[in-house]
């Protein structure tokens, strides 16, 4: 298998940026790697906001230990809390792992 195609495949599959370590290119690989792991913060950090604020509503007593009630909030919470966050996370993600692998396959043709 030809470097510049395992590095792609581990840039896909493993972590953005992998591919960029394997071909030696640190700063940049370090740089994707980064990039994402911002990514997955501003991805998750939002839901376990949601999640504890639901959590303690539940425990003074606000919201009912009803699964209907519980969802309800979860649902208006989403909507009002997490979309616009999640979304600009989850089109970060998915625009460093493209970015990372279209790099990774230029680097593999321009040094071939």
Not at 58 to 83: C, F, W
Request: glycine share 8%; hydrophobic share 50%; net charge positive.
């Amino acid at each position: 298998m030809k470097p510049s195609v395992k590095a792609a495949l581990y840039s896909a599959f493993v972590c953005p940026g992998a591919g960029h370590l394997l071909q030696g290119h640190k700063y940049r690989g370090y740089g994707f790697i980064a990039l994402t792991l911002l990514s997955l913060i501003m991805l998750i950090n939002p839901i376990f906001d949601v999640a504890q604020r639901i959590s303690n509503q539940i425990l003074n007593g606000e919201i009912a230990l009803d699964p209907t009630v519980i969802m309800k909030a979860i649902h208006l919470s989403v909507y009002k809390d997490i979309l616009v966050t999640a979304n600009i996370g989850i089109l970060l993600l998915i625009g460093c792992w493209v970015l990372a692998l279209l790099d990774c396959i230029r680097e593999g043709v321009t040094h071939s």
